[in-house]
């Protein structure tokens, strides 16, 4: 299944761990999907602030983790954008994340350089570059 795709960072401890029960119940860093009814995901714009603000100060391995929207929605799980910190809208998966070949299309390292966390190359992986035109409250 092919479409829309958004991504995930996550430990690659996590996502190891995780995949012994098909499932990824990690929302974000030090936080589990029951504890917030999500797993936080972005977008390739958004990708930069992630790794920056959120596992900047992270020592251990990270992967990124290229989930397709039309999968997701096959299986039931939504996904919903959301104002982050900033108040730009975010992608919110509700649900544990299934670890199967068709939601989950690619699991990338990120390496860490001298400047921090760089995000690994993209192309070909039919990522959003953004989030979606909102529609105007009550329409």
């Not at 401890?13 to 029951?34: I, K, S």
């Amino acid at each position: 299944m092919t479409g829309r795709r958004l991504l995930h960072v996550a430990f690659s401890d996590d996502w190891e761990a995780c995949g012994r029960f098909g499932e990824y119940d990690v929302a974000t860093r030090r936080t589990l999907v029951d504890d917030t009814g999500h797993v936080h995901a972005t977008t390739a714009s958004g990708l930069a602030a992630v790794l920056r603000d959120v596992y900047g100060d992270a020592t251990e391995a990270l992967v990124l983790v290229v989930v397709d929207e039309d999968a997701l929605a096959a299986q039931g799980i939504p996904v919903r954008w959301e104002p982050d910190g900033t108040g730009a809208p975010s992608p919110r998966i509700g649900g544990p994340l299934p670890m199967d070949r068709d939601t989950a299309v690619a699991v990338l390292e990120i390496e860490r350089g001298p400047g921090g966390w760089a995000a690994p190359e993209l192309a070909g992986l039919d990522v959003r570059e953004a989030a979606p035109p909102l529609s105007p409250a009550g329409s």
